[in-house]
C-alpha cells in the first residue's frame, strides 16, 4: 500500500498535538474542566489558543466548553460547583469571565483593554473573585505618553502589577465595580484567599524584574480596605526567597503553606515548604523532599497534610508532608511525567501525565489508598499522523569522574539491532531543567524525536550534572563548572552508545536550547566529532550575557563573583573566547524578543564562524521571546533544524 502523509510524521502535523495545559477539579471531585491547546493558523494568524473542556470523572464523558478565536485559560471552579471563572482573550485582552458549569453562553466580568490578567481566585463565600492586574497608569504618565514624552528610566521605572476583586453577577448584564486592594512600588505574583474571606494573602517582591526573587516576601491584606494599601500597610509574614509559585491558606485559615528557598538564595534553587502562622505564631518548616525543589500544590481537606509534587530521576512524583513536620511520604511511584496538577476539596488531585509511547491525559490520584487512574484522553486531532511512535527507553552511564548519569535514548523507526545509526545529542536548558518521560512525538522540544527517528537517527537526550531530579548535590556539581563536568557526562554517553555499537561514530550531530544552546557552542570548540550543531538561543559569551540579559545576577551566582573582580572564569568557559579553528557547520536560531539570552548572544558567534570561514547560518524569529510560541515560527526551527542535519551528516540537500 503506498506511504501518505499521514503514514509520516512531520512537524506541520505535529503542531496540533492536544496538549492539556491546566486542570481544575470540582468541588465535589465529580467534574474536571481543563484547557487543550490548538494552532490557530490563518492568512493572517499564526497563534496558539486555549479552549475549555468539561469531563465527567467517572464515566470519562466530556465536551467541549468554549470555542472561537480566543483562547480561554485558567478555569476556577466557583465553591458551589455552580460557575467556572476564567480568563479569556475573546476581546484581544485577556480580561475575566464566567460561565454556568452545565455549559452555556459565556459573561464578561471585567473589560479591561490594556493589561492581561495573570491570576483568579474566587472567595470562599463566592460573592467575588480576586485577581492580578497591572495598576493602571497616572493621568500625567497617559499625557505624556500620548504626547512622545515618555522617555523613561530604565530598571527603575515599572508596571507594578497589584489585586484587584470583581463581585461576582449571573449573566449578561453592566459590568461589576473593580476594587483594588493594593498599590504603590511592589509587585504581586500569587493570592490565595483565607477561609473566613475577609483577608488574602499574597507573595510579592520589589519589581517585576526576573531576577529579584530571593526577596520575594509573604503578607496579607484585607480583602475590603477602605483605600489601596501601599506596601507598608500589608501585614508581613516573612521572607519567602522563592521563584516558586503558591500561596495555599489552611482550611481553618491558622497557617499559609509557601514554598520557601533555603538561604543564601542561589539559582539552582532548593527549598522546602513553610507554615506561616496567620496568628503571629513561630513559622513550621516541614520535611524535605529527596530533590530539595519541592512545588505546592494544596492541603489535605482535613489540614493535616500539604500535597506537593517534584522530579525524581525522569518522572515526577506526588508527596503528602504531615503539618506536624513528620517525615514525608510519596504517593506515587508509577514512571510517568506529571504535570498540570491540582487539589480539589473533596481531597482528590487531578493532573495530567504522559509517558513515551502515551499522550498526556487526565488522571486522579486518591491520596487516601493512593490509588491512581486515568479519567479521559484528549480526542486526537484530525491531522495527527498515524505513524510509529519511536520507541524510547532510560540509560545509565559513568561519566569520567565515575558519577552516573541519566538520558533517554530514542531509536530510530525500523531499528535493527546489531546495526550503527546516525545520532543527535540533545541538551536541555535551565541548566536545571530534566528531560523526562514525555511523548515521543511531543512537537515542542527543540529537538523533533519523531521526524529524525523517522530520518534513521538514534537521538540521546541526556541530564548532566546540574539537572533537576537527581538530588541537590548533583543539581549544584556544575557551579564554577560550566563546559567542563558537564561536557564530559554528555560525551561520555555519546561514547557509551558507540560502545554498544548504536551510534555511527563518524555521523553524529548536537543541539541544544538555552543552556543547552550554551553547551552545544561550547562543544563545537572543545571537539570536531559531530559534523553538524544547532544552537537555539543560546549563551556563548558569559561576560557580554551579564551585561544583557534580564537576569543579571545569574551568571555571577554560578561562577561565584562577577567578571570584573575575576574575569578568568568568563574567558575561559566561554565558547566565544574559545571558537577560533572551530569547523563544525553550525545553524544558530534565536527569537528576536529574547530578554532571558538576548539575540546579541547568537550574533556574536555568527559572527566569530562566518568570519573563520565555518558554514554558518543564523534565523532570527520575529517577535519571539526566550521560547518560540507561535506555531509557524515552531515550526520553522525544527524543519530548519532537522534539514540541517540531514544535510551535513547524511549529505541530502534541502528540498
Not at 61 to 70: A, M
Not at 191 to 202: H, N, S, T, V, Y
Not at 263 to 291: H, M
Not at 428 to 437: L, N, Q, S
Request: include cysteine.
Amino acid at each position: 500500500m503506498p506511504e501518505t502523509e499521514k503514514d509520516r510524521w512531520s512537524i506541520e502535523a505535529q503542531i496540533h498535538y492536544p496538549l492539556i495545559s491546566e486542570v481544575s477539579l470540582s468541588p465535589d471531585g465529580g467534574k474536571i474542566v481543563y484547557t487543550v491547546r490548538e494552532p490557530l493558523l490563518t492568512e493572517e494568524e499564526s497563534r496558539f489558543i486555549h479552549h475549555l473542556y468539561l469531563v465527567d470523572v467517572e464515566t470519562g464523558e466530556k465536551r467541549q466548553l468554549t470555542y472561537g478565536d480566543g483562547s480561554d485559560t485558567k478555569p476556577r471552579w466557583s465553591p458551589c460547583g455552580c460557575f467556572i471563572a476564567f480568563v479569556s482573550t475573546r476581546k484581544e485582552k485577556s480580561n475575566l469571565y464566567a460561565m454556568r458549569a452545565d455549559g452555556g453562553e459565556a459573561w464578561a466580568l471585567t473589560d479591561d483593554e490594556k493589561y492581561e490578567i495573570t491570576a483568579i481566585e474566587w472567595a470562599p463565600d463566592g460573592g467575588s473573585i480576586a485577581f492580578l492586574l497591572p495598576e493602571p497608569p497616572t493621568e500625567e504618565k497617559e499625557k505624556r505618553t500620548k504626547g512622545k514624552d515618555d522617555a523613561y528610566l530604565w530598571h527603575e521605572e515599572f508596571e507594578y502589577q497589584h489585586v484587584y476583586t470583581v463581585a461576582f453577577s449571573v449573566g449578561p448584564r453592566d459590568l461589576p465595580e473593580v476594587k483594588q486592594l493594593t498599590k504603590g512600588e511592589f509587585h504581586v505574583l500569587d493570592i490565595g484567599w483565607l477561609p473566613d474571606g475577609e483577608q488574602i494573602a499574597l507573595k510579592h517582591q520589589p519589581s517585576p524584574l526576573a531576577d529579584v526573587w530571593p526577596d520575594s516576601r509573604l503578607a496579607l491584606v484585607p480583602s475590603e480596605p477602605e483605600e489601596p494599601v501601599d506596601e507598608v500597610g500589608l501585614k508581613d509574614l516573612g521572607l519567602l526567597a522563592s521563584w516558586s509559585g503558591g500561596v495555599k491558606a489552611s482550611p481553618d485559615g491558622r497557617w499559609i503553606a509557601c514554598t520557601v528557598g533555603d538561604l543564601p538564595a542561589e539559582w539552582a534553587f532548593s527549598n522546602r515548604i513553610v507554615l506561616y502562622s496567620t496568628e503571629g505564631k513561630k513559622g513550621k518548616p516541614l520535611a524535605r523532599t529527596p530533590d530539595s525543589q519541592s512545588y505546592l500544590m494544596g492541603w489535605s481537606p482535613d489540614g493535616e497534610s500539604v500535597y506537593v509534587h517534584e522530579s525524581e530521576s525522569v518522572t515526577s512524583q506526588v508527596w503528602v508532608l504531615p503539618a506536624s513536620g513528620g517525615d514525608g511520604r510519596k504517593l506515587t511511584s508509577a514512571g510517568l511525567r506529571r504535570k498540570a496538577y491540582n487539589v480539589g476539596a473533596s481531597g482528590l488531585i487531578a493532573y495530567a501525565a504522559e509517558d513515551f509511547g502515551s499522550m498526556n491525559s487526565l488522571k486522579i490520584l486518591n491520596p487516601g489508598d493512593g490509588s491512581e487512574r486515568e479519567v479521559a484522553q484528549p480526542d486526537i486531532p484530525e491531522a495527527w499522523p498515524t505513524a510509529e511512535v519511536p520507541r524510547a527507553e532510560v540509560i545509565t552511564w559513568k561519566s569520567r569522574d565515575g558519577i552516573d548519569v541519566e538520558g533517554v535514548v530514542y531509536y530510530p523507526l525500523g531499528y535493527e539491532e546489531g546495526k550503527s545509526y546516525p545520532l543527535i545529542l540533545e541538551v536541555h536548558g535551565g541548566p536545571t531543567g530534566v528531560y523526562g518521560r514525555t511523548f515521543a512525538a511531543d512537537p515542542m522540544r527543540y529537538g523533533n524525536t519523531a521526524v529524525l527517528a523517522q530520518e534513521g537517527f538514534v537521538m540521546l537526550r541526556a541530564n548532566p550534572r546540574g539537572s533537576s531530579g537527581y538530588g541537590k548535590e548533583f543539581r549544584f556539581a556544575n557551579y564554577d563548572d560550566w563546559g567542563s563536568g558537564d561536557y564530559e557526562d554528555i560525551m561520555s554517553g555519546v561514547d557509551h552508545l558507540i560502545e554498544k555499537g548504536i551510534v555511527d561514530p563518524d555521523r553524529m550531530g548536537i543541539l541544544g536550547w538555552s543552556y543547552g544552546g550554551y553547551m552545544t557552542s561550547w562543544t563545537i570548540t572543545q571537539t570536531d566529532r559531530f559534523k553538524a550543531a544547532c544552537v537555539g538561543a543560546g549563551v556563548t559569551n558569559l561576560m557580554s550575557f551579564n551585561g544583557t540579559s534580564d537576569i543579571p545576577t545569574f551568571i555571577p551566582d554560578y561562577f561565584h563573583g562577577e567578571y570584573w573582580d575575576d574575569l578568568e572564569p568568563y574567558r575561559a568557559h566561554s565558547a566565544m573566547f574559545n571558537v577560533k579553528d572551530v569547523k563544525t557547520p553550525t545553524l544558530i536560531q534565536h527569537g528576536e524578543k529574547d530578554a532571558r539570552v538576548p539575540v546579541s548572544q547568537g550574533q556574536e558567534l555568527y559572527n566569530a564562524l562566518k568570519r573563520q570561514g565555518v558554514p554558518t547560518r543564523m534565523v532570527i524569529y520575529p517577535r519571539q521571546p526566550h521560547g518560540i510560541g507561535e506555531p509557524r515560527h515552531v515550526i520553522d526551527v525544527r524543519k530548519r533544524s532537522v534539514a540541517w542535519f540531514l544535510r551535513w551528516i547524511l549529505g541530502k540537500e534541502e528540498q
